[in-house]
Structures are given as C-alpha cells and as structure tokens.
Antibody, heavy 124, light 107 residues
Framework: EVQLVESGGGLVQPGGSLRLSCSAS????????MHWVRQAPGRGLEYVSS????????YHADSVKGRFTISRDNSKNTLFLQMSSLRVEDTAVYYC?????????????????WGQGTLVTVSS | EIVLTQSPATLSLSPGERATLSCRAS??????LAWYQQMPGQAPRLLIY???NRATGIPARFSGSGSGTDFSLTISSLEPEDFAVYYC?????????FGGGTKVEIK
C-alpha cells in the first residue's frame, strides 16, 4: 500500500524557515517524480514544486521561487521542502504527491497518490 | 501561465442524477488534463488523467472527455459519496495549474 506521510509543519513567524519532510513507502520511491501542492484554508489547490525521480530536474512555482527548495533522499525514501523567507500568504496545508511517472516535466499522467498534508501557519 | 476555468462553481443535484462538469483552458493543453475529487477534510484523489483515462480503482460512472481547450468530467449517476469538490489540472505547460474547483452538492 502506497503511503505518504508529511511532517514538519507548524507555526512560524513571517520571515522564518521550515523544512517539510515526506516519508514514502509501498512503492519504488526512486522511480517516480514527486511534487508538493498546497491548499490555503478554504481555498483551492496550488502547485508548489516538482522533482524528477533522479533528483536532477526541479521546478518551482513563481510564488515560491528563490524561497523554497525541493529535494529528495532516495536512499531514505524521503522528499523534502525547505521553506525560507516565509510569508503570511504561504499559510496552507502542504501535500506531498506522487507522480505516475519518473519525469516531473512529463505532460502525461497524473498525481496518483497524495499524503494527508501538513499545516504550515505563518503568523506573528 | 495557463488558466483553467471550471464551471459551474456549484452544481446542485440529487443522487442518481447525471453530473457534467466543465473545465476550459486559456490555451490548448492537448490532452494533458487530469481531474481530482476532494472530500471535506481529505486529500484530493486522482480520478482521470490524460483527459479520458480512469485512474486505478475509479468506478466506471466517472468519465472524462475533451482535448485542446474544452474538457468535461461526467458522473453518470451520482452516488452519495460523489458529493465533493472536483478540480481539473493541466500539465501541458509550466507552471502546472489547477482550476478553481466545482462543488457538487446535494439538492
């Protein structure tokens, strides 16, 4: 059974930093691209970042570029999101998401497994 | 950035009725479109990918169609567990984008 378990969320002041982790199990983690998607309270889904299976190809939404960094440790089946210079508008539930294929840049397939999310609250 | 516009924002229907949800892209995304269902307090679930392919374990009452800029998700006969919010997503161009969602509520 595929499982994605996020951790690391919490309350942080504007300008602060957090590191989210996603522990993956039930599939060959090193064969799949992974993503982060967020959802502000009461709002829709917003794409954040993507990383290819081998960790060489990354993409970040403009809203987080230069502040967030996605990475992975395939030896530990773990995905990360390092967040810095946090803003109030970054407040959201952050979901760790598995791709159907290895390439984050692929135009095919979908996001077939989602974690339950971790809440990040940016407030003074 | 490709903008996905979903309509209607809310669809009020009764169990057993047919639901048709629309997703329109601001430019062509070919067939690089997926649909997700989100129940309250839960993570989204993949329903349809590549515009018309059902994901693993998704009931046959869910179907997707369209290409280019106009897409539809059809639920042939609504079950009680289908009342939820539905999102479309394109992965034709960066950044990947989601539509604003359609809420299917019980009439």
């Amino acid at each position: 059974e595929v499982q994605l378990v996020e951790s690391g969320g919490g309350l942080v002041q504007p300008g602060g930093s957090l590191r989210l982790s996603c522990s993956a199990s039930g599939f060959s983690f090193n064969n799949y691209a992974m993503h982060w998607v967020r959802q502000a309270p009461g709002r829709g889904l917003e794409y954040v970042s993507s990383l290819s299976s081998n960790g060489f190809s990354t993409y970040h939404a403009d809203s987080v570029k230069g502040r967030f960094t996605i990475s992975r440790d395939n030896s530990k089946n773990t995905l990360f999101l390092q967040m810095s210079s946090l803003r109030v508008e970054d407040t959201a539930v952050y979901y760790c998401v598995k791709d159907m294929g290895p390439y984050s840049s692929s135009s095919r397939g979908g996001f077939d497994y989602w974690g339950q999310g971790t809440l990040v609250t940016v407030s003074s | 950035e490709i903008v996905l516009t979903q309509s209607p924002a809310t669809l009020s229907l009764s169990p057993g009725e047919r639901a048709t949800l629309s997703c329109r892209a601001s430019q062509s995304v070919s067939n690089s479109l997926a649909w997700y269902q989100q129940m309250p307090g839960q993570a989204p679930r993949l329903l349809i990918y590549d515009a018309s392919n059902r994901a693993t374990g998704i009931p046959a009452r869910f179907s997707g169609s369209g290409s280019g800029t106009d897409f539809s998700l059809t639920i042939s006969s609504l079950e009680p567990e289908d009342f939820a919010v539905y999102y479309c997503q394109q992965r034709s161009n960066w950044p990947l984008t989601f539509g604003g969602g359609t809420k299917v509520e019980i009439k």
